[in-house]
């Protein structure tokens, strides 16, 4: 397997880019929507509203932890998560700046 070189790019670029990865699969995005509805939840609350088994749900809930984008509070034999404030604010004022590099219609294109 290739190296992904993730350590030529800034500190900055890798955030965004493990920000977005939360943002890129569609179970994670249900996810996340779920819990700022919900702004708390169990897991297998989460596996009841959504149509995806146990361990799938697992999986994506370790990768959105695994970024900080939420929060796991440990209660055996439970596990409820909620959306880390700071993470969602610090996603939201990056891809505001990423998009707001770009101004769309001063720009000429091949």
């Known amino acids: 397997m290739g190296v992904t070189k993730t350590e030529i790019f800034t500190e900055e670029q890798n955030r965004v880019?493990?920000?977005?990865?939360?943002?890129?699969h569609?179970?994670?995005v249900?996810?996340?929507q779920l819990l700022?509805?919900?702004?708390?939840?169990?897991?297998g609350d989460l596996v009841d509203e959504l149509p995806l088994?146990?361990?799938t749900v697992s999986q994506h809930l370790k990768e959105l932890k695994r970024i900080?984008?939420?929060?796991?509070e440990i209660d055996p034999p439970r596990v409820c998560y909620c959306?880390?404030?700071?993470?969602?604010?610090?996603?939201r004022q990056m891809f505001?700046?990423?998009f707001d590099t770009v101004i769309v219609g001063n720009a000429t294109c091949c």
């Open 53 to 55: 088994a146990q361990a």
């Open 83 to 91: 959306i880390n404030e700071t993470a969602w604010e610090e996603a």
């Open 26 to 28: 569609p179970a994670r």
């Open 17 to 24: 880019a493990d920000l977005a990865k939360a943002f890129a």
């Open 68 to 72: 900080g984008i939420i929060h796991g």
């Open 36 to 43: 700022a509805q919900k702004k708390a939840c169990v897991c």
């Open 96 to 98: 505001g700046a990423f």
């Open 30 to 32: 249900a996810i996340l």
